[in-house]
């Protein structure tokens, strides 16, 4: 015997705002193994710091996830010695702070997909590892 659901929800509306408790963000860290897709130095309001994308692919033959990141002291003194060059494997211990999959065209102001996911990262621990092999 088929029966009708008769579970129904009350909504309970306050006088009162209810007020929410504070969010406080997750650990949110992750390690990943990838290679040096981008390096380049910035300056900014006077200030110097290396900007370093990693990429990493998540499957098989993807296009690759970027992972972004700065640093102004040691992988800067590495990258003004020439001891990152792209393709250079790294591994990358670190704090995710943002994911984004679109961008806005200034000029248009159309909203556009960007080629892969861009996660930018903070307080970020890098090792270094294999160089690349030296073009002929």
């Keep these: 015997m088929a029966t009708a ?22 650990f949110n860290s992750m390690t990943l193994e990838g290679r040096i897709f981008n390096a380049e130095l910035v300056t900014r309001d006077g200030q110097e710091f290396l900007s370093l994308s990693v990429i990493q692919n998540l499957q098989d033959d993807d296009a690759g996830c970027e992972f972004t990141f700065t640093n102004s002291n040691g992988l800067m003194s590495l ?32 909203v556009r997909l960007l080629k892969r996911p861009r996660v930018r990262m903070d307080q970020v621990t890098v090792t270094v590892g294999a160089m690349p092999k030296a073009r002929d």
């Design 5 to 26: 659901n008769t579970a129904t929800t009350a909504n309970v509306v306050s006088s009162e705002a209810a007020k929410l408790p504070k969010n406080y963000a997750g």
């Design 79 to 110: 990258f003004k010695k020439g001891y990152l060059p792209t393709g250079r494997r790294v591994y990358v211990v670190g704090h995710v702070k943002e994911v984004s999959s679109t961008w806005t065209d200034k000029a248009t102001g159309e």
